[in-house]
């Protein structure tokens, strides 16, 4: 049975131990007059009786879908000759994936050898065994569980508080899972920034003026140790995002006031949804879109009035990629426009200002804490663009505040260099993570910031 039938038969066990230890309870209240009688409503019988049965058996199938393939693979390993289990890891690593590649039908490194495929005969039925056994196991601890809990039904139960602890400790999981998870990512990103600093110094880094990371091969060529000054990609994050800004601040505040204090509900219903929309378009097609249709026309306009215009420049994309968070400062402008009370918009009317006073006298004073929040979300949101930037502004690290020149960013050159097979001991490689590093401390500081805001305003009118 594959892991997805097997996942939908465990929720239908659990939503039919719901309905049995809900009926357990019905049929146990009739010896204590009634369900009155019993501690906890009927249906905290049924959410324990389907806890018992799902909960375990997830358990189960998560730790056998974790170990399977390690264990497999060492099975495999052990049954090989003594020459090939004797050979370096690395080597005997390519071994083992040119075995699970031959089992699973895909294009090995080299020639097909009839251990190799005796080998892979044995993956695939090492995991045929694996998948049958999964089953049986997992399925039988669902049915103990939804036995074990159908007996413990009794008036007497508490089921309520046992179902509420045990959705507690899931959420108190979740949460240390992500906390866990960004500790990892932070951790990973500042080791690898660590080995970089110590190829390349942190002031040279942080205060160069050229961006070449590209290794020579032999110590004579020039550039041979590489150039990592990342004022040239701070520079050009800082211009597409000032562009970027440019065109979605006003665009998505002034859509935003008009949607919350003058459009009537039957148009708003309307405009909402599908301003909303530019939200959803994935950012490849903004990409496409900047680089074949809004660069040219920004080239073929320069060229008229006598402007040398770059085929790729950063106005380009900064002007597309502000099109793309104008739904995202719509959005949040007008959620905190529309908190903001109603009797401030009375107060104002009775004192005989006109909405166009009160909005620009009351409402937006009021909202203003809110609003620089959202916008500070949105400078984030454009800083961590990547897409745009790769196929519109190109990767040349100019440092230069003409919009009309090619730039690239600290997102796109992260994607450079570690796109393809690369060694992960050279400065080149490693500065993607010092980049990353950077990155992270700043989005971390406009969000720290952004939240602040939205904190104090919130703590001012809730």
Known sequence: MSAMVLVIVLLALAAAAFHLGRRRAFSVSSSVGGTRNLHSLPSYYGGLTALWCGLPAVIVFGLWMSFEPTIVESLVVSSLHEATRSLPPERLNLVVNDIRNLAESNIVSGEVSPEMRAAADRYLDLQRTSAAASTVVVLAVAIAGLGLAWRRVSPALRARNQVERIIRALLIASSTIAIFTTLGIVLSVLFEAIRFFGHVGVTDFLFGLDWSPQMAIREDQVG?????????????????????????????????????????????????????????????????????????????????????????????????????????????????????????????????????ETVRQVILPAALPGIVGGLLLAISRAIGETMIVVMAAGLAANLTANPLQAVTTVTVQIVTLLVGDQEFDSPKTLAAFALGLVLFTVTLCLNVIALQVVRKYREQYE
Not at 298 to 304: M, N
Not at 305 to 328: C, K, Q, R, T
Not at 336 to 348: E, F, K, M, Y
Request: glycine share 10%; proline share 6%; hydrophobic share 55%.
């Open 224 to 356: 041979s140790s590489g150039a990592f000054g990342a004022i040239p990609l701070f520079a050009g994050t800082l211009l597409i995002s000032f562009i970027a800004m440019t065109v979605a601040a006003p665009i998505g505040l002034f859509a935003a006031i008009y949607l919350a204090e003058y459009a009537s509900p039957a148009f708003r219903a309307v405009a909402k949804p599908t301003l909303e929309i530019l939200a959803g378009v994935p950012t490849v097609v903004y990409g496409f879109f900047a680089a074949l249709i809004v660069a040219p026309v920004i080239r073929d306009t320069g060229s008229i009035i006598a402007l040398d215009v770059a085929s790729e420049s950063a106005l380009a994309a900064g002007l597309v990629m502000g099109v793309m968070i104008i739904p995202f400062v719509s959005s949040l402008s007008d959620d905190v426009i529309n908190a903001v009370p109603q009797t401030l918009r009375d107060g104002s009317y009775g004192l005989g200002a006109t909405r166009s």
